[in-house]
């Protein structure tokens, strides 16, 4: 008996232990009937429905659509062409450049190290990347040759400044401010995305030297902050970017067919970029950028803030891990606290006292009046979208996520944006 004692301890010990370790809620998507959810079927069929006379009507070339409730996909369907000149079918896998999307992935994967400690969210970028020391703010410009005066700003750019868009560093070529488009051009950054032989590191080291918009904090400015975080990254973690976000974020959650330059073998499920030319699509021409650059050219450029492509599942998958606090089927990623950091309002109210949304560190987030104004979700829904045409959104209160992925630019007549939005909410049943 006395032998036996010892083991006895052991087996009460790891019964106690099991007992206080925590259950994660975090069950991976599943399809599911939309009726189990309570979802109508008749109205995600309107849905559908809706989707198709947009190919019908020429609005848009082809979508793919993805639906979700507390973890079961209600609708995964795709519509029309992802290249009409080749003929060649929209399907479900098929691969999208995401653009903006990248930021909130980017952004999750800034707060894994800030989680473990290495940085403070208020810290100066300057410590990291000594060339934003002292930064400057653009006072005149000439317009006769770009040159240009400053004055000295009044703090430190911070990593919070730059998460959430309120350093006051511009966009260059898409920039609201003809003046920073033009300063940008001349300096020789690089914006959204590339085919050429450069990397983060370099074109962030020119922009650290340009003047901002305004004063850190003063005003929310859409920036090239995220490509900033992704040099930033591969500082801290001592990984080249792309290198981190797959070890990390990618797969440990299954995002097999999210990339920043796509393996050999997934490049034939590349979406077209197209545009209405004559009542017809066709493919895109090559403007500041060539829209091949996942799969050709010199792919050292691992832009945070626009250079990802994915699928609609893919990404399903990155927002079901934040509905479920921080993990997904069995992985956790962040903590349910820091998802709430990262949800939370930091801009103030820069966005208006009582507007219908906010920005935190990752996503565009609605308010009680954007609820009430209807078709946006539940107060706390996040959400934004991509260059080329590609939007999401995931509402915790109703566990629902909804996805529209399409590759377009000059599409003026779609409509299925917000069309979209409004009749998935709508199509909840219970």
């Not at 650290?208 to 920036?223: D, I, N, R």
């Not at 992704?230 to 970017?241: A, K, L, N, T, V």
Request: net charge negative; charged share 20%; aromatic share 12%.
């Amino acid at each position: 008996m006395r032998t036996l004692y010892p083991w006895l301890l052991l087996l009460l010990f790891l019964n106690c232990y099991n007992a206080e370790k925590p259950v994660l809620n975090d069950p991976p998507l599943t399809e599911g009937m939309p009726s189990a959810t309570g979802m109508s079927e008749e109205r995600i069929a309107k849905i559908e429905a809706m989707l198709q006379n947009a190919v019908d009507e020429k609005e848009i070339p082809g979508a793919v659509a993805l639906i979700a409730r507390n973890g079961k996909i209600v609708l995964h369907k795709s519509f029309g062409m992802a290249d009409n000149a080749a003929q060649k079918p929209m399907t479900n896998d098929a691969i999208f450049r995401i653009a903006s999307q990248s930021k909130a992935i980017t952004a999750t994967a800034v707060m894994t190290l800030w989680e473990e400690g290495r940085f403070r969210l208020d810290d100066p970028i300057s410590k990291y990347i000594p060339e934003f020391k002292d930064p400057q703010v653009l006072d005149t410009f000439n317009e006769a040759d770009s040159t240009y005066t400053t004055i000295p700003a009044d703090k430190e750019i911070s990593i919070r400044h730059l998460l959430s868009h309120t350093s006051g560093i511009g966009y260059g070529v898409i920039d609201g401010d003809d003046r920073i488009r033009k300063i940008y051009a001349k300096a020789g950054v690089t914006d959204l995305f590339t085919t050429e032989q450069i990397t983060i590191e370099e074109s962030v080291k020119i922009l650290a030297g340009l003047p901002l918009h305004h004063q850190p904090g003063e005003k929310m400015t859409y920036s090239e902050g995220l490509d900033v975080l992704g040099y930033f990254i591969e500082i801290i973690s001592g990984m080249p970017f792309d290198t981190y976000l797959r070890t990390r974020i990618f797969d440990p959650l299954g995002m097999d067919d999210t990339w920043f330059y796509l393996p050999t073998e997934k490049s034939e499920r590349l979406v077209a970029v197209q545009q209405p030319v004559d009542g017809n699509w066709e493919q895109y021409p090559i403007t500041f950028y060539d829209t091949d650059y996942p799969i050709k050219g010199a792919k050292s450029f691992f832009s945070g803030g626009a250079g990802l492509s994915s699928t609609a599942e893919d990404y399903a998958i990155f927002l079901q891990m934040y509905l479920n606090e921080g993990s997904y089927n069995g992985v956790r990623i962040l903590s349910r606290t820091t998802v709430q950091s990262i949800l939370g309002n930091q801009i103030g109210d820069l966005w208006g006292a009582e507007g219908a949304s906010y920005y935190g560190l990752a996503f565009g987030v609605v308010t009680s009046k954007g609820q009430d104004m209807g078709g946006q979700g539940s107060e706390g829904t996040f959400e934004w979208g991509g260059y080329f045409n590609t939007q999401y959104f995931a509402d915790p209160k109703e566990g629902m996520i909804g996805i529209l992925m399409k590759q377009t630019q000059n599409a003026a007549n779609d409509n299925t944006g917000w069309k979209f939005k409004q009749m998935v909410f709508s199509a909840i049943d219970n």
